[in-house]
């Protein structure tokens, strides 16, 4: 019995969680929800050499030799710095597995 109330009060506080989410942004429909708050990370342009494992799903010692095995892949050198652009990336390695 106790159980079904700690259910009960879950809903309650998840339905008013997401109806005063709702009216916050009612008379303002073009704010970002949820889910655009989560995935503003895809925002940044430029990738660090050390974000590159975790963008494409390789081991950072894949990663080391990326440069020196594909020389055409799109990356800038700042302050000698390595930075990939996020864009031209993606594109490149659409165009590379074809």
Do not use: C
Not at 51 to 73: H, M, N, R
């Amino acid at each position: 019995m106790e159980l079904d109330f700690f259910w009960l009060a879950v809903g309650i506080a998840v339905a008013g969680y997401f109806i005063g989410e709702g009216l916050k942004n009612f008379k303002n429909p073009e704010t970002k929800g949820l889910i655009d708050a989560i995935s503003d990370d895809d925002d940044q342009q430029l990738l660090k050499e050390s974000d590159i494992p975790y963008f494409l799903g390789i081991t950072k010692k894949d990663a080391e030799s990326l440069k020196q095995d594909f020389p055409d892949i799109p990356h800038i050198i700042i302050n000698s710095k390595v930075y990939y652009p996020k864009a031209k990336l993606r594109e490149w390695l659409k165009n590379i597995g074809s």
